[in-house]
């Protein structure tokens, strides 16, 4: 069988000319062509906004990515990474770690660090292997499922809690607060949703939404429980001093915790969904990993390959702190300046047929995790091994994967997500 | 101008000019090198540049710093002597050749 798969990737036609700054943009499927013609034509693009913004500058090219992340001095992270504007009291008053940059951003950024390296997260596999059982035999029971929901939803926040120590029975709440949190754009999962409601009460609430101040709570009793109490959890490590004997303070903590459950919620059930839809639609994708034991190196290809095809963070936003000159454009001190990694991910100039499926692609370095700079993801091994480990169980419990209906997308500019994935699984 | 040769995984060789100022991180992602992630872009933080030198010409590299054996402690199962983080090792004036093989942790 041929290597490669050739997958067309599901865009329409007409998005050439789609407004990329536009949430309902995103409901109808990335606008793979729109984001194509500023690589080609434009790859420094100044895009206007229409909700009040100032508008900001797009780098759509993969080196150009990298360039940007690897020059936080003048790229900075310290003025907001979303696009919305933000006064400085908002900001401040909503900060995280991932708000700052080095050395401010280094010494936090190791701390956690310390709860979320490769050779950690690798110990926690059985842990996140057991905790596909229930979720998994509960879909497959079901035999027709919404994938996303039934599967890609519940498992990542299970996973997680299970990691850092916090209650199973704690997931499903904290991904509903995970949710309005970070997909404040798509009525599906908030009441307030940020372009249509007026959500100017909640500016100063950790990412503009009640759910902040909830998530917040819920941080710091956490972190009560575990005052002079190891629970040899992932929380418990990061409350002990490091090594030089430097700690945490609580205000870090909590705003940690809230980055935490708003990052690794969603990011991951997209990933999971997009490989389940790409299991859905492509027998010889299914055919091969299913035929693979998990310790087969072609679990490792695909799992890039999965998140590369389904880069759910599509970009995150800088602040030039200087003039900067990139592709004869002059990027001025001010300017909001937002890095699309999903179009790195899919650039001509550095994939092999970006377009394709490659479940053995060479030397794989996507940006999905926003690589090349230092707020490169930190749970991007718990993600990789989340990714992988629900792929191989899922395999083992069924012998057909078939999509019954249309994927809905999810109304959201930042985050690319399948909300709706109707398959049937045929149990094995 | 200095040569680096990566031995790979696989035990094949690639051999690349490299300008001085560069790193063995960022020659190695310009160049598509497989098995160098480079994730945190040189912040010495992640470890996915990890390599261990075999041999040098024309200059010694300096020591690591203590924030990179921190990364390599936490990242790497055994760090080895030689073990280094590749975006931690400047090509300057003085260094002729350097051949490093390479150890990813790309996968988990
Ligand atoms: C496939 C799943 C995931 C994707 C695609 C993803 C993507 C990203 C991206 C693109 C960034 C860079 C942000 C920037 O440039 O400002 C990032 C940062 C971050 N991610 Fe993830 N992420 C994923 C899963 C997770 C998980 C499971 C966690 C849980 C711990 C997590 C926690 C974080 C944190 C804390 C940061 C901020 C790091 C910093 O600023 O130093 N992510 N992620
Ligand atoms: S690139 Fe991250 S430590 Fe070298």
């Not at chain 2, 160098?36 to 470890?47: D, L, N, R, T, V």
């Not at chain 2, 402690?73 to 051949?99: F, H, P, W, Y």
Request: hydrophobic residues 35%; proline residues 4%.
């Amino acid at each position: 069988m041929a290597k490669i798969l050739k997958t067309v990737c599901p865009t329409n036609n007409d998005d050439v000319d789609a407004d990329i700054t536009s949430h309902d943009t995103y409901e109808k499927g990335f606008p793979h062509n729109a984001f194509k013609r500023l690589r080609d034509d434009e790859p420094c693009a100044w895009i206007d906004e229409h909700d009040g913004g100032k508008g900001f500058w797009a780098i759509t090219r993969y080196n150009d990515i990298r360039e940007v992340n690897g020059l936080p001095k003048i790229f900075s992270s310290a003025q907001g990474i979303r696009l919305e504007e933000q006064s400085k009291e908002e900001f401040e008053a909503r900060k995280t770690f991932q708000e700052t940059d080095p050395p401010v951003h280094t010494r936090q950024r190791m701390m956690f660090h310390r709860g979320f390296t490769r050779k950690l997260v690798s110990t926690y596999e059985p842990l996140i292997r057991e905790i596909c059982n229930d979720i998994l035999n509960d879909a497959v029971d079901l035999n027709e499922v919404d994938a996303t929901k039934e599967i890609a939803k519940k498992l990542p926040m299970r996973m997680l809690g299970r990691v850092v120590g916090t209650p199973d029975e704690d997931a499903e709440w904290l991904v509903s607060k995970g949710d309005s949190m970070i997909a404040n754009s798509d009525p599906d999962f908030t009441d307030h949703v940020i372009d249509k409601v007026d959500t100017d009460e909640y500016r100063f609430l950790p990412f503009r939404s009640p759910a902040g101040r909830e998530i917040y709570d819920y941080g710091e009793k956490q972190k009560k429980l575990r005052e002079n109490n190891d629970m040899g959890d992932v929380l418990s490590m990061l409350l002990q001093p490091d090594k030089h004997g430097d700690t945490l303070s609580d205000l870090e903590f909590k705003n940690f915790f809230a980055l935490m459950v708003a990052a690794g919620n969603d990011t991951t059930r997209y990933s999971m969904a997009f490989s389940m839809h790409a299991l859905a639609n492509n027998p010889y994708i299914f055919d091969c990993l299913k035929s693979s034991p998990d310790d087969a190196p072609i679990w490792s290809t695909a799992t890039e390959e999965f998140i590369r095809w389904a880069s759910p963070t599509m970009h995150f936003r800088r602040t030039a702190t200087e003039d900067y000159i990139l592709h004869n454009k002059k990027i001025r001190e001010g300017d909001k300046v937002a890095v699309w990694f999903i179009s790195g991910n899919y650039d001509e100039r550095k994939f092999a047929e970006p377009f394709s499926f490659n479940l053995e692609r060479e030397n794989n370095q996507h940006i999905a995790f926003g690589q090349g700079g230092p707020h490169t993801c930190l749970g991007m091994w718990l993600a990789r091994l989340e990714v992988k480990v629900a792929m191989q169980e899922l395999l083992k419990r069924v012998s057909k994967i078939e999509q019954i209906g249309p994927e809905k997308y999810l109304r959201s500019n930042f985050i690319r997500g399948i909300k709706n994935l109707p398959v049937r699984l045929t149990s094995a | 101008m200095a040569l680096v040769k990566y031995i790979l995984e696989d035990s094949s060789e690639v051999t690349i000019e490299a300008q001085v100022g560069q790193n063995l991180m960022q020659l190695a992602i310009e160049n598509n090198v497989e098995g160098i992630e480079g994730a945190c872009g040189g912040s010495c933080m992640c470890a996915t540049c990890h390599v261990k030198v075999e041999s040098v010409n024309g200059a010694e590299l300096g020591e690591r710093s203590e924030m990179e054996l921190d990364v390599l402690e936490m990242e790497i199962d055994e760090v080895a002597s030689n073990s280094r983080l590749g975006c931690q090792i400047e090509i300057n004036e003085k260094i002729e050749s350097i051949t490093v093989r390479i150890e990813s942790i790309q996968s988990i």
